[in-house]
C-alpha cells in the first residue's frame, strides 16, 4: 500500500506510520518529495488493516495498489528516476536522450572497436555497447570473446571516457562483469530468468532490462519489480520489439506505444532499441526518432566499422558513416520540435 503522508507531517509521525507498518512485517521505501512524504509498505496486507493507518496522525491517504509491481509503479513513486554517472551523464527524466551505440559482439579485432567507440563520442553518444557474453539462438553461431571481449570494453573506456554498457547471461560473471561495465544488461532471452534478476537486485551498478520477445508490459515490470525487490533500484527499461505476426519485413515489431505506456505507470526510465526492433538498417532512422518523440530517455543502437564482416547482426548494424548521419537527423529533428525529452511524465 501507498501511504501518503500530510504536507506538515512531523518526522515522528512518519516515523509512527513506518514502525506500525514494519512491525506488522512490511518492507518500506521512503520517498521525501519536495512538498510530500510518501511511504510505500510491500507486505501482505491482510496482517494490517489499512483503515488502522488510515487514522493515524499526519496520514493524507491510504492507497492500495492495484498493479502487482509496486517499487516500479508510478503510484509508488511519482518523479522520474533518474539514473546519474559518476562523470555527469543522467539518464531519466526530463534529460537529454542518452545514446547507446556500438557494435553487437565484441570482436578481437580491438582497432575496429576503438574506431566505432570514437566515433559514438564524437557524435555525442555517451555510452559505448558490446556484447562480450553473447546469447545466440544457434550454438553454431559466435558466442562472444568473454574475458577477452571485457578487457576489450575497458581499454575503449579508458581511451575514449565512455561508459560501458554490456550483457550479463550468468549470476557468477556478474562480479567480474561488473567491474567493467557501468551499467549491466540483462537480454530479452533472460527477461524471466529470475536467479540471475535476483542476483543483480545486489549489485550496486544500474541494470538495463531488455523486454522479452514474447512478454507483456506487466510481466516486463514484473521482472523489473524483482530487481528493484532485491535491492536495486537503478533500473532501466528497453523496448527491443516483440514477436509480431509478420516477421517477413521486420525482425521483430517494435513496440513504440509501450514507451509512453512504462511511462504512465512506472517511473523507470525507457530506452528504444530499433536495431534489434527492426533487424533492418534502413528502419533504424525512422524508428530512432519514433522513439525519441514517443518520450524515450534514450536509444540503442548497433553500429560496426565493417557490417558485413560483423560476427553477429551485421544486417541491423549502422556503418559509421551511417551513424553520424542518424544523429545529426536526431539532433535536427529534436531542435525543431523544441523537444529535450518528450518524456511523459504522468
Ligand atoms: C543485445 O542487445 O546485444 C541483444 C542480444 O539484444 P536482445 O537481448 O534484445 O536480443
Ligand atoms: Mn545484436
Do not use: W
Not at 198 to 224: H, N, Q, Y
Not at 322 to 329: D, P
Amino acid at each position: 500500500m501507498i501511504i501518503i503522508m500530510e504536507p506538515d507531517a512531523t518526522q515522528e509521525q512518519i516515523e509512527r506510520v513506518v514502525k506500525k507498518l514494519q512491525d506488522n512485517g512490511f518492507r518500506i521505501n521512503m520517498n521525501h518529495g519536495d512538498v510530500l512524504t510518501v511511504i510505500a509498505a510491500i507486505g501482505d496486507k491482510r496482517l494490517v488493516q489499512p483503515h488502522s493507518i488510515a487514522s493515524l496522525d499526519g496520514v493524507r491517504e491510504v492507497k492500495l495498489i492495484k498493479e502487482p509491481y509496486k517499487l516500479a509503479s508510478r503510484e509508488s513513486k511519482k518523479e522520474n528516476t533518474v539514473i546519474e554517472f559518476s562523470n555527469g551523464v543522467k539518464i531519466g527524466g526530463n534529460n537529454e536522450p542518452v545514446i547507446m551505440a556500438g557494435p553487437c559482439s565484441v570482436e578481437a579485432d580491438y582497432n575496429g572497436l576503438l574506431e566505432v567507440a570514437k566515433a559514438v563520442k564524437k557524435a555525442g553518444g555517451q555510452i559505448l555497447r558490446g556484447g562480450a557474453f553473447k546469447p545466440r539462438t544457434s550454438p553454431y553461431d559466435f558466442q562472444g570473446l568473454e574475458e577477452k571481449g571485457l578487457e576489450l570494453l575497458q581499454k575503449a573506456k579508458d581511451e575514449t571516457g565512455l561508459l560501458i554498457i554490456t550483457e550479463v547471461m550468468d549470476t557468477q560473471d556478474i562480479p567480474l562483469i561488473a567491474q567493467v561495465a557501468d551499467i549491466l544488461q540483462v537480454g530479452a532471452r533472460n527477461m524471466q530468468n529470475f536467479k540471475l534478476l535476483k542476483a543483480l537486485g545486489k549489485c550496486d551498478k544500474p541494470v538495463m532490462l531488455k523486454r522479452g520477445s514474447a512478454a507483456t508490459i506487466r510481466e516486463f515490470l514484473l521482472a523489473a519489480e524483482h530487481i528493484m525487490y532485491a535491492g536495486n533500484e537503478q533500473v532501466i527499461l528497453c523496448e527491443r520489439g516483440i514477436k509480431g505476426v509478420d516477421s517477413s519485413s521486420t525482425r521483430n515489431t517494435l513496440d513504440i506505444a509501450a514507451v509512453p505506456v512504462i511511462h504512465k505507470y512506472s517511473h523507470l526510465p525507457v530506452i528504444v532499441d530499433p536495431s534489434h526492433g527492426t533487424g533492418r538498417r534502413y528502419l533504424i532512422e525512422p524508428m530512432a526518432k519514433a522513439g525519441l518523440i514517443a518520450g524515450a530517455n534514450g536509444l540503442m543502437i548497433e553500429v560496426h566499422h565493417d557490417p558485413d564482416h560483423a560476427s553477429s547482426d551485421g544486417a541491423q548494424s549502422l556503418t559509421i558513416e551511417q551513424f553520424n548521419t542518424l544523429m545529426t537527423s536526431l539532433n535536427d529533428m529534436m531542435e525543431k520540435l523544441g523537444l529535450k525529452n518528450a518524456a511523459v511524465t504522468k
